[in-house]
């Protein structure tokens, strides 16, 4: 996460998720890496990343898109912005944002990307579209509210 300074009469600063890294290390305290004036980075340790299969079409809608991304949902807790989940799914940060919750999207990593990507190919079969017959074609006796 990372909180940026700004200049601005009504917000002092912003916070945001900056990045996304691959890390094998258990949920721990956030440790701070970097502290400038004008801005600071915490890192979060410990979240994962889980694919599911009945959210593999998202993944599939985020992994061919010009600028894969992956999204952070995150809160404000005691004035630091703080992240509690993470998806590839476009599906899923779509509801997210429909619930009204603080969602960010950081660009996804070249590693994520590749296995993302993998599991899409394995797991997505896009569902076939169902033609659906001009009424007019219905015999009027099958017409419902005809």
Do not use: C
Request: no cysteine; net charge negative.
């Amino acid at each position: 996460m990372q909180r940026r300074a700004l200049t601005n009469r009504w917000q002092s600063e912003v916070w945001e998720p900056w990045s996304v890294l691959e890390s094998d290390e258990p949920q721990a305290a956030p440790r701070l890496l970097v502290e400038q004036a004008e801005v600071a980075q915490w890192f979060y340790p410990g979240f994962e990343l889980v694919l599911h299969r009945d959210e593999a079409e998202g993944y599939y809608l985020n992994v061919s898109a010009e600028r894969p991304k992956v999204f952070v949902l995150w809160i404000m807790d005691e004035g630091r912005g703080v992240p509690l989940e993470v998806t590839a799914s476009y599906h899923e940060a779509s509801r997210w944002m429909d619930a009204g919750h603080t969602m960010d999207a950081v660009p996804m990593p070249p590693q994520v990307f590749a296995w993302v990507g993998e599991y899409v190919e394995k797991n997505y079969r896009p569902e076939p579209r169902k033609r659906i017959k001009p009424r007019s074609f219905i015999h009027p006796k099958d017409r419902v509210g005809g």
